[in-house]
């Protein structure tokens, strides 16, 4: 009886270890760069600058996001932050804590997020609910809901946790001429904080650029 026991509960472990496997929750980190593939003349940066984010007891780094002006594209430019490993991750939830007084609009900062079938979607930072309730001076959380999403290419927004919604590539970007700063990063309910800090990179393995378009200038 104590080994059928055993071998039920280990057989339980494994069942739930597979599904954590397949859908839950990965180390995730927040790796900045800086997009310019054109090599216009722009200052364009992404940072994590000690003792810039929410206050705290320590000197909380903040992701300071710059763009000196507004790159057309194509090419376009940006300062980038993207979050890794999301592949095959379904996506539940996406927010950030921003610096009231710094730049907010429909377009940047924003979430840009690919889906494994195709879809490409933007989260602007003005769409967000914003709330300040405990928060320190001078920061808001702003949160996003389906209703907030910009499709820009490929299917339907899937929904928030739905089977379709499986990620295939996460990030914050801003690529209108301003600056930002942001904090607690927030995918799936977990605070993503800093990566590695990179200099020029690519958008992705098939050449997507931070519009969800391919270098050509055409949707994929």
């Known amino acids: 009886m104590k080994l059928r026991l055993l071998v039920a509960v280990g057989g339980l472990a494994l069942v739930f270890a597979g599904i ?13 760069s800086a997009f310019n593939p054109g ?12 003792g810039a984010g929410v206050p ?5 780094p903040g992701l300071v996001l710059i ?13 980038d932050t993207t979050i890794e490993p999301v592949k095959g991750l379904r996506l539940t939830s996406l927010g950030f804590d921003h610096m009231k007084g710094t730049y907010c ?10 889906t494994a ?24 959380r ?7 999403v910009q499709r820009l290419s490929g299917p339907a927004w899937p929904g928030f946790g739905t089977p379709s919604a499986k990620l ?28 590695e800090e990179n200099g020029q990179k690519r958008r992705d393995q098939n050449g997507q650029n931070d519009n969800g378009q391919n270098d050509n200038g055409k949707h994929h």
């Open 105 to 114: 609009t429909n377009g940047s900062p924003r979430w840009d997020i690919e």
């Open 39 to 50: 090599h216009a003349l722009v200052s364009d940066a992404a940072s994590w600058v000690p």
């Open 56 to 60: 705290t007891k320590r000197a909380n």
């Open 117 to 140: 079938n195709g879809g490409v979607y933007a989260l602007g930072c003005s769409a967000g609910t914003h709330s300040t309730v405990g928060m320190p001076a001078g920061w808001e």
């Open 20 to 32: 954590a496997a397949g859908d839950g929750d990965k180390r995730l980190s927040a790796k900045t």
């Open 67 to 79: 763009m000196s002006v507004t790159v057309p594209f194509p090419p376009g430019a940006s300062a």
């Open 168 to 195: 295939k590539f996460l990030q914050v970007l801003q690529d209108e001429a301003g600056a930002t700063v942001l904090d607690n990063l927030q995918v799936n309910g977990t605070i993503v904080r800093r990566g």
């Open 142 to 148: 702003i949160t996003f809901g389906n209703s907030n």
